[in-house]
Protein backbone atom coordinates (compact mmCIF):
# COMPACT_ATOMS: atom_id res chain seq x y z
CA UNK A 1 0.00 0.00 0.00
CA UNK A 2 0.99 3.97 0.14
CA UNK A 3 4.32 4.84 1.40
CA UNK A 4 4.27 7.09 4.49
CA UNK A 5 3.02 10.45 3.41
CA UNK A 6 2.62 13.46 5.61
CA UNK A 7 -0.98 12.70 5.73
CA UNK A 8 -0.05 9.62 6.34
CA UNK A 9 1.82 10.88 9.51
CA UNK A 10 -0.88 12.66 10.77
CA UNK A 11 -2.97 9.49 10.79
CA UNK A 12 -0.26 7.65 12.43
CA UNK A 13 -0.16 9.85 15.11
CA UNK A 14 -3.73 10.49 15.44
CA UNK A 15 -4.09 6.32 15.45
CA UNK A 16 -1.59 6.24 18.36
CA UNK A 17 -3.22 8.81 20.42
CA UNK A 18 -6.66 7.51 19.94
CA UNK A 19 -5.42 3.65 20.91
CA UNK A 20 -3.71 4.99 23.67
CA UNK A 21 -6.86 6.47 25.05
CA UNK A 22 -8.81 3.32 24.78
CA UNK A 23 -6.21 0.99 25.98
CA UNK A 24 -6.67 1.09 29.93
CA UNK A 25 -10.49 0.50 29.69
CA UNK A 26 -11.32 -3.21 30.25
CA UNK A 27 -7.83 -4.35 30.31
CA UNK A 28 -7.28 -7.43 32.68
CA UNK A 29 -4.16 -8.20 34.03
CA UNK A 30 -3.32 -11.29 31.51
CA UNK A 31 -3.28 -8.66 28.88
CA UNK A 32 -6.75 -9.55 27.56
CA UNK A 33 -10.19 -7.03 27.28
CA UNK A 34 -13.36 -7.69 29.11
CA UNK A 35 -15.46 -5.18 27.15
CA UNK A 36 -19.39 -6.51 27.94
CA UNK A 37 -22.71 -4.37 27.10
CA UNK A 38 -24.01 -1.99 29.72
CA UNK A 39 -21.05 -2.72 32.61
CA UNK A 40 -18.72 0.14 33.20
CA UNK A 41 -16.13 -0.87 31.16
CA UNK A 42 -18.52 -0.32 28.31
CA UNK A 43 -20.62 2.82 29.52
CA UNK A 44 -16.56 4.27 29.91
CA UNK A 45 -15.61 3.33 26.06
CA UNK A 46 -19.61 4.69 25.20
CA UNK A 47 -18.48 7.73 27.09
CA UNK A 48 -15.06 8.18 25.03
CA UNK A 49 -17.59 7.94 21.81
CA UNK A 50 -19.26 10.96 22.91
CA UNK A 51 -16.32 12.67 23.47
CA UNK A 52 -14.76 11.66 20.22
CA UNK A 53 -17.61 12.76 18.72
CA UNK A 54 -17.67 16.00 20.58
CA UNK A 55 -14.22 17.17 20.11
CA UNK A 56 -15.00 16.90 16.37
CA UNK A 57 -18.62 18.89 16.65
CA UNK A 58 -20.43 15.64 15.02
CA UNK A 59 -23.91 15.30 15.49
CA UNK A 60 -24.36 12.55 18.99
CA UNK A 61 -27.46 10.46 18.53
CA UNK A 62 -28.38 7.48 20.13
CA UNK A 63 -31.01 5.27 18.92
CA UNK A 64 -33.64 3.08 21.30
CA UNK A 65 -31.00 0.05 21.31
CA UNK A 66 -28.53 2.13 22.26
CA UNK A 67 -26.18 2.01 19.66
CA UNK A 68 -24.30 5.14 19.13
CA UNK A 69 -24.40 7.54 15.61
CA UNK A 70 -21.72 10.41 15.24
CA UNK A 71 -22.96 12.37 12.19
CA UNK A 72 -21.20 14.98 9.97
CA UNK A 73 -23.64 16.98 8.33
CA UNK A 74 -23.96 18.02 4.84
CA UNK A 75 -23.54 21.98 4.68
CA UNK A 76 -27.32 22.68 5.97
CA UNK A 77 -26.85 21.26 9.26
CA UNK A 78 -29.41 18.63 10.64
CA UNK A 79 -32.29 19.53 9.03
CA UNK A 80 -33.98 18.68 5.95
CA UNK A 81 -33.92 15.53 4.23
CA UNK A 82 -30.94 13.71 4.12
CA UNK A 83 -28.69 10.19 2.62
CA UNK A 84 -26.33 8.78 4.70
CA UNK A 85 -22.83 7.12 4.61
CA UNK A 86 -22.17 5.16 7.27
CA UNK A 87 -19.21 3.13 9.19
CA UNK A 88 -18.46 1.96 12.07
CA UNK A 89 -18.57 -0.98 14.88
CA UNK A 90 -18.13 -2.14 18.08
CA UNK A 91 -16.22 -1.78 21.58
CA UNK A 92 -17.62 -4.92 23.32
CA UNK A 93 -15.37 -7.53 23.48
CA UNK A 94 -15.15 -11.50 24.63
CA UNK A 95 -13.52 -12.87 27.78
CA UNK A 96 -9.94 -12.30 27.72
CA UNK A 97 -10.58 -10.09 24.21
CA UNK A 98 -8.15 -8.84 21.42
CA UNK A 99 -7.91 -4.97 21.57
CA UNK A 100 -8.38 -4.74 17.86
CA UNK A 101 -12.02 -6.61 17.25
CA UNK A 102 -14.36 -3.65 17.03
CA UNK A 103 -12.68 -0.86 18.66
CA UNK A 104 -10.48 -0.83 15.40
CA UNK A 105 -14.00 -0.21 13.44
CA UNK A 106 -14.78 2.79 15.22
CA UNK A 107 -11.26 4.23 15.60
CA UNK A 108 -10.72 4.20 11.80
CA UNK A 109 -14.34 5.64 11.39
CA UNK A 110 -13.73 8.84 13.38
CA UNK A 111 -9.93 9.14 11.43
CA UNK A 112 -10.97 8.64 8.09
CA UNK A 113 -13.72 11.15 8.64
CA UNK A 114 -10.74 13.88 9.56
CA UNK A 115 -9.12 12.85 6.88
CA UNK A 116 -12.26 13.59 4.44
CA UNK A 117 -13.19 16.73 6.69
CA UNK A 118 -9.77 18.38 6.39
CA UNK A 119 -10.20 19.21 3.14
CA UNK A 120 -13.73 18.92 1.61
CA UNK A 121 -17.32 20.35 2.60
CA UNK A 122 -19.76 17.22 2.26
CA UNK A 123 -22.62 17.98 -0.61
CA UNK A 124 -26.05 19.20 0.82
CA UNK A 125 -28.42 16.29 1.84
CA UNK A 126 -25.50 14.28 2.37
CA UNK A 127 -23.98 13.01 5.71
CA UNK A 128 -21.56 10.59 6.84
CA UNK A 129 -21.91 8.52 10.05
CA UNK A 130 -19.70 6.65 12.49
CA UNK A 131 -21.51 4.13 14.42
CA UNK A 132 -21.44 1.83 17.57
CA UNK A 133 -23.38 -0.98 17.67
CA UNK A 134 -24.22 -2.38 21.28
CA UNK A 135 -23.13 -6.14 22.61
CA UNK A 136 -21.84 -7.18 19.08
CA UNK A 137 -19.95 -10.09 20.71
CA UNK A 138 -23.08 -11.56 22.31
CA UNK A 139 -20.51 -12.17 25.59
CA UNK A 140 -22.82 -10.74 28.15
CA UNK A 141 -26.35 -11.97 26.94
CA UNK A 142 -25.86 -15.08 24.57
CA UNK A 143 -26.62 -12.88 21.20
CA UNK A 144 -24.21 -11.82 18.52
CA UNK A 145 -24.87 -8.61 16.75
CA UNK A 146 -27.73 -7.75 19.03
CA UNK A 147 -27.71 -4.07 18.48
CA UNK A 148 -28.06 -4.12 14.75
CA UNK A 149 -30.51 -7.30 15.15
CA UNK A 150 -32.71 -4.97 17.19
CA UNK A 151 -32.10 -2.24 14.89
CA UNK A 152 -32.82 -4.28 11.71
CA UNK A 153 -35.78 -5.93 13.20
CA UNK A 154 -34.23 -9.39 12.97
CA UNK A 155 -34.85 -10.15 17.12
CA UNK A 156 -37.85 -9.07 18.71
CA UNK A 157 -37.60 -6.46 21.74
CA UNK A 158 -39.83 -8.63 24.05
CA UNK A 159 -37.35 -11.33 23.79
CA UNK A 160 -34.05 -9.07 23.82
CA UNK A 161 -35.57 -7.55 27.17
CA UNK A 162 -35.65 -10.80 28.77
CA UNK A 163 -32.38 -12.02 27.68
CA UNK A 164 -30.01 -13.06 30.70
CA UNK A 165 -26.35 -12.93 31.70
CA UNK A 166 -24.29 -15.71 33.43
CA UNK A 167 -25.99 -13.41 36.74
CA UNK A 168 -29.39 -13.76 36.04
CA UNK A 169 -29.84 -9.70 35.37
CA UNK A 170 -31.87 -9.45 31.98
CA UNK A 171 -30.47 -6.75 28.98
CA UNK A 172 -34.02 -4.69 30.55
CA UNK A 173 -32.51 -4.36 34.11
CA UNK A 174 -28.82 -3.55 32.67
CA UNK A 175 -29.68 -1.20 30.54
CA UNK A 176 -32.18 0.86 33.15
CA UNK A 177 -29.00 0.54 35.57
CA UNK A 178 -26.86 2.04 32.99
CA UNK A 179 -29.63 4.93 32.73
CA UNK A 180 -30.94 3.82 29.33
CA UNK A 181 -34.73 3.09 28.42
CA UNK A 182 -35.02 -0.48 27.35
CA UNK A 183 -38.86 0.24 26.38
CA UNK A 184 -37.43 2.00 23.36
CA UNK A 185 -35.54 -1.26 21.96
CA UNK A 186 -36.25 -2.16 18.48
CA UNK A 187 -36.59 -1.39 15.08
CA UNK A 188 -35.69 2.00 13.41
CA UNK A 189 -36.95 2.13 10.21
CA UNK A 190 -37.08 5.51 9.34
CA UNK A 191 -33.08 5.07 10.39
CA UNK A 192 -32.80 2.24 8.23
CA UNK A 193 -34.27 4.26 5.60
CA UNK A 194 -31.59 6.66 5.14
CA UNK A 195 -28.70 4.66 5.11
CA UNK A 196 -27.22 4.47 1.28
CA UNK A 197 -24.33 2.01 2.33
CA UNK A 198 -22.72 0.66 5.19
CA UNK A 199 -18.88 0.07 5.18
CA UNK A 200 -17.74 -1.52 8.43
CA UNK A 201 -13.77 -1.86 9.13
CA UNK A 202 -12.33 -4.88 11.25
CA UNK A 203 -9.04 -6.02 12.06
CA UNK A 204 -9.05 -9.65 10.04
CA UNK A 205 -9.72 -12.60 12.19
CA UNK A 206 -7.09 -15.30 10.18
CA UNK A 207 -4.22 -15.09 7.90
CA UNK A 208 -5.37 -14.47 4.75
CA UNK A 209 -4.17 -11.45 4.14
CA UNK A 210 -0.42 -12.09 5.42
CA UNK A 211 -0.44 -14.77 3.07
CA UNK A 212 -1.61 -12.37 0.69
CA UNK A 213 1.22 -9.95 1.56
CA UNK A 214 -1.72 -7.17 1.11
CA UNK A 215 -2.37 -4.84 4.33
CA UNK A 216 -6.17 -4.41 3.27
CA UNK A 217 -9.10 -6.38 1.85
CA UNK A 218 -12.05 -6.08 0.67
CA UNK A 219 -14.76 -8.33 2.58
CA UNK A 220 -17.04 -10.86 -0.27
CA UNK A 221 -18.74 -12.61 2.59
CA UNK A 222 -19.67 -13.92 5.62
CA UNK A 223 -20.06 -17.69 5.86
CA UNK A 224 -23.84 -18.53 7.55
CA UNK A 225 -23.14 -19.63 11.51
CA UNK A 226 -24.84 -20.07 14.89
CA UNK A 227 -24.69 -20.89 18.56
CA UNK A 228 -26.58 -24.04 19.96
CA UNK A 229 -26.85 -24.46 23.94
CA UNK A 230 -26.22 -27.75 25.07
CA UNK A 231 -27.98 -28.97 28.47
CA UNK A 232 -26.70 -32.22 30.15
CA UNK A 233 -27.96 -33.21 32.86
CA UNK A 234 -27.12 -36.59 34.93
CA UNK A 235 -26.94 -37.32 39.00
CA UNK A 236 -24.19 -36.13 40.82
CA UNK A 237 -22.09 -38.79 43.38
CA UNK A 238 -19.15 -39.48 45.22
CA UNK A 239 -16.20 -39.76 43.02
CA UNK A 240 -14.54 -42.45 45.36
CA UNK A 241 -17.60 -44.83 46.04
CA UNK A 242 -19.98 -44.86 43.15
CA UNK A 243 -18.99 -47.43 41.24
CA UNK A 244 -18.86 -46.70 37.11
CA UNK A 245 -21.88 -48.83 35.83
CA UNK A 246 -23.85 -47.13 38.83
CA UNK A 247 -22.92 -43.46 37.58
CA UNK A 248 -24.95 -40.93 35.53
CA UNK A 249 -21.80 -38.95 34.14
CA UNK A 250 -22.57 -35.64 32.38
CA UNK A 251 -19.22 -35.01 31.65
CA UNK A 252 -18.92 -38.13 29.45
CA UNK A 253 -21.87 -36.77 26.80
CA UNK A 254 -20.08 -33.42 26.51
CA UNK A 255 -17.13 -34.62 25.78
CA UNK A 256 -18.28 -36.76 23.13
CA UNK A 257 -20.35 -33.62 21.69
CA UNK A 258 -16.77 -31.54 22.06
CA UNK A 259 -15.02 -34.13 19.73
CA UNK A 260 -17.78 -34.58 17.49
CA UNK A 261 -18.12 -31.02 17.17
CA UNK A 262 -14.34 -31.17 15.77
CA UNK A 263 -14.64 -34.35 14.00
CA UNK A 264 -17.94 -33.03 12.09
CA UNK A 265 -15.95 -29.86 11.20
CA UNK A 266 -13.19 -31.73 9.36
CA UNK A 267 -15.54 -33.85 7.31
CA UNK A 268 -17.99 -30.84 6.03
CA UNK A 269 -15.56 -28.46 5.74
CA UNK A 270 -16.45 -26.04 8.25
CA UNK A 271 -15.81 -25.11 11.59
CA UNK A 272 -16.86 -26.13 15.30
CA UNK A 273 -16.34 -25.18 18.65
CA UNK A 274 -17.21 -25.45 22.17
CA UNK A 275 -15.17 -22.52 23.95
CA UNK A 276 -17.70 -22.14 26.93
CA UNK A 277 -19.39 -24.48 29.43
CA UNK A 278 -20.18 -24.56 33.17
CA UNK A 279 -20.12 -27.60 35.11
CA UNK A 280 -22.21 -27.88 38.19
CA UNK A 281 -21.27 -28.24 41.18
CA UNK A 282 -17.85 -28.21 39.54
CA UNK A 283 -16.18 -30.50 42.32
CA UNK A 284 -13.02 -31.83 42.04
CA UNK A 285 -14.21 -35.30 43.92
CA UNK A 286 -17.77 -35.44 42.73
CA UNK A 287 -19.34 -36.72 39.04
CA UNK A 288 -20.73 -33.72 37.82
CA UNK A 289 -24.66 -33.12 38.02
CA UNK A 290 -25.55 -31.38 35.09
CA UNK A 291 -23.12 -29.31 32.43
CA UNK A 292 -23.83 -26.53 30.34
CA UNK A 293 -22.23 -26.04 27.02
CA UNK A 294 -22.48 -23.64 24.08
CA UNK A 295 -21.58 -24.73 20.43
CA UNK A 296 -20.25 -22.24 17.93
CA UNK A 297 -21.10 -23.82 14.03
CA UNK A 298 -19.70 -22.20 11.13
CA UNK A 299 -19.26 -23.20 7.20
CA UNK A 300 -19.67 -22.37 3.77
CA UNK A 301 -23.13 -23.02 3.20
CA UNK A 302 -26.32 -23.98 5.09
CA UNK A 303 -26.18 -27.44 4.07
CA UNK A 304 -22.60 -28.21 5.65
CA UNK A 305 -23.60 -26.02 8.39
CA UNK A 306 -26.59 -28.27 9.39
CA UNK A 307 -25.00 -31.93 8.37
CA UNK A 308 -22.23 -30.30 11.13
CA UNK A 309 -24.97 -29.89 13.42
CA UNK A 310 -27.20 -33.14 12.89
CA UNK A 311 -23.56 -35.33 13.51
CA UNK A 312 -23.32 -33.31 16.76
CA UNK A 313 -26.42 -34.23 17.94
CA UNK A 314 -26.45 -37.22 17.33
CA UNK A 315 -23.44 -38.24 18.49
CA UNK A 316 -23.65 -36.59 22.02
CA UNK A 317 -27.92 -37.71 21.99
CA UNK A 318 -26.31 -41.66 21.75
CA UNK A 319 -23.65 -41.12 24.29
CA UNK A 320 -25.96 -39.50 26.70
CA UNK A 321 -28.54 -42.51 26.37
CA UNK A 322 -25.36 -44.52 27.17
CA UNK A 323 -24.98 -43.08 30.32
CA UNK A 324 -28.44 -42.63 31.41
CA UNK A 325 -27.83 -39.11 31.35
CA UNK A 326 -30.81 -36.02 29.73
CA UNK A 327 -29.87 -33.88 27.18
CA UNK A 328 -31.28 -30.73 25.68
CA UNK A 329 -29.42 -28.95 22.62
CA UNK A 330 -31.51 -26.08 21.14
CA UNK A 331 -30.28 -23.02 18.61
CA UNK A 332 -29.66 -19.44 20.26
CA UNK A 333 -28.97 -17.87 16.82
CA UNK A 334 -28.65 -18.23 13.66
CA UNK A 335 -27.29 -15.83 10.93
CA UNK A 336 -27.61 -16.92 6.93
CA UNK A 337 -25.06 -16.64 4.56
CA UNK A 338 -23.75 -12.73 3.63
CA UNK A 339 -22.72 -12.08 -0.07
CA UNK A 340 -22.15 -8.62 0.67
CA UNK A 341 -23.47 -5.88 -2.16
CA UNK A 342 -22.12 -6.28 -5.65
CA UNK A 343 -22.64 -2.95 -6.67
CA UNK A 344 -20.46 -1.94 -3.51
CA UNK A 345 -17.85 -4.15 -3.58
CA UNK A 346 -16.97 -2.54 -7.09
CA UNK A 347 -17.19 0.49 -6.16
CA UNK A 348 -15.05 0.17 -2.93
CA UNK A 349 -12.35 -2.22 -5.13
CA UNK A 350 -12.69 0.87 -7.89
CA UNK A 351 -12.02 3.31 -5.23
CA UNK A 352 -9.25 1.42 -3.09
CA UNK A 353 -7.11 0.20 -6.85
CA UNK A 354 -4.81 3.79 -7.00
CA UNK A 355 -3.88 2.82 -3.23
CA UNK A 356 -1.93 -0.14 -4.37
CA UNK A 357 -0.45 0.17 -7.94
CA UNK A 358 1.99 -2.39 -8.14
CA UNK A 359 -0.36 -5.33 -7.60
CA UNK A 360 -1.97 -6.84 -10.57
CA UNK A 361 -5.37 -7.43 -11.67
CA UNK A 362 -4.88 -11.04 -11.48
CA UNK A 363 -3.12 -11.11 -8.18
CA UNK A 364 -4.40 -13.85 -5.57
CA UNK A 365 -7.38 -12.80 -4.56
CA UNK A 366 -8.28 -10.62 -6.74
CA UNK A 367 -11.80 -9.71 -7.37
CA UNK A 368 -13.40 -10.95 -10.39
CA UNK A 369 -14.25 -7.70 -11.95
CA UNK A 370 -10.71 -6.16 -11.84
CA UNK A 371 -8.95 -3.91 -9.12
CA UNK A 372 -6.14 -5.02 -6.99
CA UNK A 373 -6.98 -5.37 -3.52
CA UNK A 374 -7.51 -8.56 -2.55
CA UNK A 375 -11.32 -10.04 -2.05
CA UNK A 376 -11.51 -12.32 0.96
CA UNK A 377 -14.57 -13.96 2.74
CA UNK A 378 -14.76 -14.97 6.19
CA UNK A 379 -16.27 -16.99 9.06
CA UNK A 380 -16.62 -14.52 11.50
CA UNK A 381 -19.77 -12.61 12.22
CA UNK A 382 -20.53 -8.88 12.12
CA UNK A 383 -23.14 -6.03 11.90
CA UNK A 384 -22.50 -5.39 8.66
CA UNK A 385 -23.59 -8.99 8.28
CA UNK A 386 -27.08 -7.94 9.74
CA UNK A 387 -27.36 -4.95 8.31
CA UNK A 388 -26.79 -6.40 4.75
CA UNK A 389 -30.08 -7.80 4.98
CA UNK A 390 -31.63 -4.33 4.89
CA UNK A 391 -28.81 -2.06 3.38
CA UNK A 392 -26.08 -2.25 0.69
CA UNK A 393 -22.81 -3.13 3.07
CA UNK A 394 -19.56 -4.13 2.68
CA UNK A 395 -16.54 -4.58 4.96
CA UNK A 396 -12.62 -3.94 4.75
CA UNK A 397 -10.29 -6.05 6.55
CA UNK A 398 -6.68 -4.77 7.98
CA UNK A 399 -4.02 -7.67 7.93
CA UNK A 400 -3.44 -9.09 11.39
CA UNK A 401 -0.02 -10.55 11.61
CA UNK A 402 -0.45 -13.55 14.38
CA UNK A 403 -3.72 -14.47 12.30
CA UNK A 404 -5.34 -15.15 15.74
CA UNK A 405 -8.45 -12.99 16.78
CA UNK A 406 -10.70 -13.45 20.04
CA UNK A 407 -7.98 -13.48 22.40
CA UNK A 408 -4.84 -10.75 23.60
CA UNK A 409 -2.44 -12.28 20.74
CA UNK A 410 -4.64 -10.58 18.08
CA UNK A 411 -2.64 -8.00 16.50
CA UNK A 412 -2.00 -5.13 13.83
CA UNK A 413 0.54 -2.49 13.11
CA UNK A 414 0.32 0.99 13.22
CA UNK A 415 1.02 1.24 9.41
CA UNK A 416 -1.73 -1.42 8.50
CA UNK A 417 -4.40 0.22 10.70
CA UNK A 418 -3.06 4.26 8.63
CA UNK A 419 -3.34 1.90 5.25
CA UNK A 420 -6.89 0.84 6.72
CA UNK A 421 -7.89 4.43 7.61
CA UNK A 422 -6.57 5.91 4.19
CA UNK A 423 -8.92 2.83 2.52
CA UNK A 424 -11.78 3.62 4.21
CA UNK A 425 -11.51 7.44 3.96
CA UNK A 426 -11.53 6.56 -0.07
CA UNK A 427 -14.16 4.24 0.20
CA UNK A 428 -16.61 6.69 2.09
CA UNK A 429 -15.18 9.14 0.19
CA UNK A 430 -16.50 7.79 -3.03
CA UNK A 431 -19.58 7.10 -1.60
CA UNK A 432 -20.43 10.30 0.21
CA UNK A 433 -19.50 12.33 -3.07
CA UNK A 434 -20.63 9.97 -5.58
CA UNK A 435 -23.89 8.46 -4.64
CA UNK A 436 -27.12 10.52 -5.44
CA UNK A 437 -28.17 12.82 -2.64
CA UNK A 438 -31.52 14.29 -2.64
CA UNK A 439 -32.58 17.41 -4.32
CA UNK A 440 -32.43 20.72 -2.29
CA UNK A 441 -35.97 20.86 -3.07
CA UNK A 442 -38.00 24.19 -3.93
C1 LIG B 1 -18.00 -12.38 16.32
O1 LIG B 1 -16.86 -11.97 16.38
C2 LIG B 1 -18.22 -13.75 15.96
O2 LIG B 1 -17.94 -14.11 14.81
O3 LIG B 1 -18.60 -14.53 16.84
MN1 LIG C 1 -15.46 -10.72 17.53
MN1 LIG D 1 -15.97 -7.64 15.70
Request: with cysteine; hydrophobic share 45%.
Amino acid sequence: MSGRTDSGTRVAEDFTATWAELAPTGLRADGGYDRFAWTPADLALRDWFRRAAARRDLALEEDGNGNLWAFWHGPEGPEGPRRVVATGSHLDSVPAGGAFDGPLGVVAGFLALDLLRRDRALPPGRSVAVACFVEEEGARFGLACLGSRLLTGAFQPARARELTDADGVTLAEAMAAAGADPSRLGADEARLAAIDAYVELHVEQGRRLVDLGAAVGIASGIWPHGRWRLRFAGEPNHAGTARLEDRRDPMLPFAEAVTAARVAAAVHGGLATVGRADVHPNATNGVAASVEAWLDARAPDDVALGAIVADVRARAGASAADHGVRIDMRQESATPAVVFDEGLRRRMAGALAPLAPQASHDAPGAPPWGGSVPEIATGAGHDAGILAARVPAGMLFVRNPTGISHSPAEAASVSDCVAGVEALARVLGELAWGLPTPSPGP
